[in-house]
């Protein structure tokens, strides 16, 4: 039997704060790739791709920051992962990501007319992306194909939050996060 093909779409930001608030992680140190493969074979899928999405401050405002990420996203890259290195808008006072939930949106859709997996699972529980998945279906059957849209999100006894509305929800553990970790550090020295 063929496994149907997943991709997995990680709204980094969104990953770093459940991360920090369901296992105590305050770097968000889970490898992507790692993790993705773990919670598509809790789904019944093949993963096929990774892709990676978070606002990246300039240098000149978080040189540490700034560095940290820019170690991350390149080892990333070097294990296969397509990264978007979106912008922080500081208007107002306190940063905001730029073009990282468009982004997403945008690679999704994209994802379906290329017809390059049957699945597109968003880890994100950002209730923005309930539109991808009404899209993604009308895509799909204009095609003549069909499409699945899943969202992963930690879950545990003490923390309890809800996937994306609409779309099939793969709530992971400590245990799956814990075999997921990426051991190295990549903030500057």
Not at 70 to 92: D, K, P
Not at 159 to 177: A, C, H, L, N, S
Request: net charge positive; proline share 5%.
């Amino acid at each position: 039997m063929v496994k149907k093909r997943i991709a997995a779409l990680f709204d980094g930001m969104n990953m770093y704060h459940h991360a920090r608030n369901a296992f105590g992680d305050r770097d968000g140190r889970y490898d992507p790739v790692k993790l993705a493969e773990a919670v598509a074979q809790l789904a019944g899928y093949e993963l096929v791709a990774t892709r990676f999405y978070v606002g990246v401050p300039p240098s000149n405002r978080h040189r540490k920051l700034y560095g940290y990420w820019n170690a991350r996203l390149s080892a990333m890259e070097q294990n296969g992962v397509s990264v978007f290195r979106g912008s922080i808008n500081y208007a107002g006072g306190t940063g905001q990501e730029k073009g990282v939930d468009i982004r997403i949106a945008l690679d999704a859709i994209q994802l379906v007319l290329d017809e390059s997996c049957d699945a597109i699972i968003v880890f994100s529980t950002d209730q923005d992306f309930q539109q991808i998945r009404p899209t993604a279906l009308r895509v799909a059957q204009k095609l003549g194909t069909q499409i699945r849209i899943k969202s992963s999100f930690p879950r545990t006894s003490s923390y309890f939050v809800r996937g994306i509305e609409g779309t099939d929800w793969v709530p992971f553990g400590p245990q799956t996060y814990r075999l997921s970790l990426d051991p190295k550090n990549y903030w500057p020295k």
